[in-house]
């Protein structure tokens, strides 16, 4: 619609919304504010992009998404959180450093009861190493401005290069 491109295939399983926005984002060289504007159709956002939403199943507008990213609405199904009462999403940016390296994260860590990355078999991270602090995990221009950094600081979550998904 838009004239971006994407490839489904730099999506790997379970990748989080978040993750496919970011890859998205590079690949375009689209602006985060301009993102979050053709992501949403409520006026809120159009007038403020760096309001935010959430990113659960109930608050994300799934076949608007697949729309714009060109990508089947179950992959986007597969990329946000489903809450319950079995199972609680944390309300923190939660990542695998190892993951990370590789421009990838799962939104498997973002559950409350993921302590240990299910790839890796290392402790999910909830804090950046530099600044000390938390992100918030919601969908907001600013996080979406930050592709694989700390939305507060800037650090990199990992070691990971820019084109290390197109790789693949």
Not at 14 to 36: C, D, F, P, Q, R
Not at 84 to 93: E, L, N, P, V, Y
Not at 128 to 154: M, V
Request: glycine content about 6%; proline content about 4%.
């Amino acid at each position: 619609k838009y004239g971006y491109v994407f490839d489904q295939a730099w999506i790997d399983p379970y990748e989080s919304l978040v993750g496919i926005l970011w890859k998205y984002a590079l690949t375009n060289s689209l602006a985060a504010h301009k993102l979050m504007q053709q992501l949403s159709d409520d006026q809120v956002l159009i007038d403020d992009p760096y309001a935010s939403t959430g990113l659960a199943d109930h608050e994300v507008d799934l076949l608007r998404i697949a729309r714009l990213i060109g990508i089947p609405k179950k992959a986007v199904q597969h990329s946000i959180t489903k809450t319950g009462i079995w199972r609680k999403a944390s309300t923190d940016f939660r990542w695998c450093p190892k993951c990370m390296d590789r421009g990838y994260h799962s939104v498997l860590h973002q559950y409350v009861d993921v302590q240990v990355c299910p790839i890796h078999g290392v402790q999910v991270l909830s804090r950046c190493t530099a600044c000390r602090l938390a992100s918030q995990y919601r969908l907001t221009a600013i996080i979406l401005d930050s592709p694989f950094r700390c939305s507060l600081c800037g650090r990199r979550y990992a070691k990971w290069g820019r084109s290390s998904f197109l790789q693949r």
